[in-house]
């Protein structure tokens, strides 16, 4: 999968913003009704609505309804959207893919209150560890919180992957972490995704990227993802133990299922075991959305609404990956639990398998159907990353009801 090209985020004071008027969507209502369905099947059961609003449900088990409010922000008033996820810079035509929420079936979910996370988070420091979903999610949340309060950029890496902002007025520090694989590797690829070599992967090593500034987190979202489907050979103890998809290279075939696990597993295990408590959230695998061929094979993702729950499966891949995903957190929440440490699954692959509509597609680069690329068959997609303002947004309601209300 091709990495995202980086731009240097600007930061300038906003005015207020106000929220869009409703979309001319005839049947924007079906929130209400869902709620009103919802009254009906818990007093059938015996119970009190809203004795169980505010109990614990399935949050990441729902449906995507229409969103009168609109987004909380605009490309117009946050400026931290990189190039890749600027849909509407970009050209993209339509507009619906940033009028939906996510609603879970039996509880109320609260909209993202920017305010009350700033005030909660006072004094603290929230890192994002993973891949370009995990910088994709952080672009999310800083675009909301700069409604409130302008970010500081005080650090970012050579290529722009790994950055840091600083809430002055709140004394809160938001990171993050470029770390695709988790664990030691060494990657000759560049912007465009062009490999030069097979990537080397150190199972048996974290890696040293988030290790060192572990302990000046509060809290963390860490995740692995699309990566290890690479090809990559894998080093363990000081030496070659295989490889994935390495053809020729007369080394055991190993699958990326073996990596995945390893990696997984030693890094939970020193997230559970460390001396340093970190509230911690183990977001799951994020599915693309390519039909037709994948991201370098024609592949694309056209559709401009969300599936409706039981529409659409998990690929097989997808499939494999969230199997291990469950496996590794079952075992790492019960050490957690016995060492005093707070660790949550973020589940968000289901809700987002809904979402063929809310990737850039196309609009990854600048007006794609003009001048020289007018062809679209030379056109690359990008369905795996996400549009700004779009589907992300709704994960910051999760991250905020998790925080506040467990």
Request: aromatic letters at 12%; proline letters at 7%; glycine letters at 6%.
């Amino acid at each position: 999968l091709s990495p995202v090209l980086e731009a240097d985020p600007e930061f300038v004071e906003e005015k207020a913003w106000q929220p869009p008027p409703p979309p001319p969507v005839a049947d924007t209502p079906v929130t209400d009704d869902l709620r009103a369905m919802n009254r009906s099947k818990l007093s059938d059961n015996g119970f009190h609505f809203h004795d169980l609003v505010t109990a614990k449900c399935d949050i990441f088990s729902g449906a995507w309804v229409p969103d009168s409010a609109g987004p909380f922000y605009t490309t117009s008033t946050c400026r931290s959207i990189e190039d890749h996820q600027n849909c509407v810079k970009n050209g993209r035509p339509d507009s619906g893919y940033t009028r939906w929420r996510w609603t879970p079936h039996d509880c109320e979910l609260p909209r993202f209150n920017p305010e009350r996370f700033l005030d909660f988070m006072r004094n603290k420091s929230f890192a994002f560890i993973g891949d370009s979903i995990s910088r994709n999610h952080v672009q999310s949340l800083l675009c909301i919180l700069c409604q409130v309060e302008p970010a500081l950029e005080v650090y970012h890496d050579k290529e722009y992957k790994s950055k840091r902002w600083y809430f002055p007025s709140h004394d809160f520090t938001l990171s993050v972490i470029w770390s695709p694989f988790l664990t030691k590797a060494s990657i000759f690829e560049d912007n465009d995704g062009v490999s030069t070599d097979i990537i080397q992967l150190h199972l048996d090593e974290l890696d040293t990227v988030w290790l060192e500034q572990f302990k000046n987190f509060d809290y963390i979202e860490i995740a692995g993802g699309k990566w290890f489907l690479k090809t990559a050979i894998y080093h363990e103890n000081n030496t070659i133990s295989g490889c994935h998809n390495c053809r020729g290279k007369n080394l055991t075939e190993l699958g990326f299922e073996y990596a995945y696990q390893k990696t997984l597993n030693a890094t939970l295990k020193f997230i559970t075991s460390s001396k340093h408590k970190v509230h911690t959230f183990f977001r799951t695998t994020t599915p693309d959305h390519f039909e037709n061929g994948e991201w370098n094979t024609g592949g694309y993702c056209n559709r401009t609404g969300p599936f409706k729950p039981g529409e659409i499966n998990l690929s097989d891949i997808d499939a494999v990956m969230r199997k291990i995903e469950l496996e590794e957190f079952e075992k790492a929440a019960a050490t957690g639990l016995t060492n005093g440490l707070n660790l949550r699954l973020f589940d968000t692959t289901n809700l987002s398998l809904l979402r063929p509509d809310g990737h850039p597609g196309p609009y990854r680069v600048f007006h794609p159907f003009t001048g020289k690329d007018k062809n679209a068959a030379k056109v690359q997609n990008d369905c795996l990353h996400w549009c700004l303002p779009g589907p992300l947004d709704s994960w910051n309601d999760l991250i905020m009801e998790m925080l506040l209300n467990g």
